[in-house]
């Protein structure tokens, strides 16, 4: 298994698809990667000489993409700034409700995780006729 | 949709006025604005805002990292009841 840049270890699959288990790398990225570097994409993860491999690691630091680590920090600095400024976007997703304006009555069950049934909460002075 | 680049981001002129103001005199007074749909300007940072949410003001400082977000976004028009919370044993 070839590892790239760090921890990444591809499979026994074409290149162009292992290269897509690199966080911030997707199928176009990586045939973009690949079209620069001159590598068939048909070709096997392991059957990749070294300096292929160079070339690839090249190709992704030469074009100061952001991968892996780098880019989840970037993201949670995007986040951590959105909540700080107690923005309406920050707001929303400290609640961990959708960010951009859909229905929340119904649907919405991505960001709001699986439905938890509330039931009411009776009030105790209603019964002994004190409101 | 966002705005197009070519017309620039979008501020209330009497706020910038204002605020153009109270930097060359150099005075922080809270400005009360009902203008939600102003662009943060990076000349707004330090004061303080008065931002309408349709009901109350909701005070705003702004700071560096609010630059290019609306004055809008800081003052919810919508309060966020959970259940139980408008019960008359809560609310009195």
Known sequence: MPRLLGVEIPAEKRIEASLTYIFGIGSSASKRILDQTRIDPNLRAKDLTPQQINDIIHAITGNKMLIEGDLRRELQGN?????????YRGIRHRRGLPVRG????????????PRKTVGVIRNKDAKAGKV | MGRS???GPFVEPYLLEKIDKMNNSG???PVKTWSRRSMVTPDFVGHTFMVHNG?????????ENMVGHKLGEFSPTRIFKKHGSHTAKVTK
């Open chain 1, 79 to 87: 986040l951590k700034r959105l909540q700080a400024i107690n923005c």
């Open chain 1, 102 to 113: 859909q229905r929340t009555s119904t649907n919405a069950r991505t960001r709001k995780g």
């Open chain 2, 5 to 7: 680049l070519k017309k």
């Open chain 2, 27 to 29: 005075v922080k007074k």
């Open chain 2, 55 to 63: 009901k109350t003001f909701t005070s705003v400082f702004v700071t």
